[in-house]
């Protein structure tokens, strides 16, 4: 069953359903009235120019920019083990997110690629987290369904803005906050027996 995506994901998939079909001058424009309007500062072009970035919208740019924080730096090499268990996911779904980025940004050189595909499944879910139920391809449909990923060619699949947004803002997901609602369940749980009273 597909994950419900929360309000902020929603918003991101909205705001890029919008903006996409318009022209980029139109685009820049929504932007910075909407960045004004709602009091953000708005982040510096110049790293982020139409030339750099071809073929990606400017709601793409925005939402992709803290993805550099990310990266390997000094050549050092980040392995699917040691990131999962920084970035934690709790469903399917949110593994392939992390796989994908994984594939994307931190895989050896010689594995790097933008997309995703139903044998890396398999591959990179071993010994990481357990294997999903459903086939590899119906597992990679789901991750779209919830958001995370665009379709490409035949059974490949790219992570796209929200997937990013996750991986890079939203996990590991705030304990603190998870542990709090399983004390809260269960306080609930606990009720003082409802013994009659001997006469």
Known sequence: MPEQMDPEVQAILTLLAVLEPL????????????FKRLGIKMPNRASHTADEFPDRS??????LR????????GGHQVDIRSFTKEKKPQSVNQMVAVVAYYLAHLAP??????????????????GNYPLPT???????????????????????Y????????????K?????????????????QKRKKPTGRKKR
């Open 23 to 34: 022209p980029l001058e139109s685009r820049n424009n929504v932007i910075d009235y909407v």
């Open 58 to 63: 400017v709601a793409e740019t925005v939402a």
């Open 66 to 73: 803290p993805l550099e924080a990310m990266k390997p730096v």
């Open 109 to 126: 050189d010689s594995d790097r690629r933008d997309h995703i595909q139903p044998n890396d499944i398999k591959k990179y879910f071993s």
């Open 134 to 156: 459903s086939p590899p391809s119906q597992t990679l449909q789901n991750a779209k369904n919830a958001g995370y990923l665009d379709p490409l060619a035949s059974g490949q």
């Open 158 to 169: 790219r992570l796209n803005p929200v997937g990013h947004n996750l991986v890079v803002h």
């Open 171 to 187: 996990l590991p997901a705030d304990a603190s906050t998870t542990e709090g609602s399983v004390r809260g369940r269960s306080r």
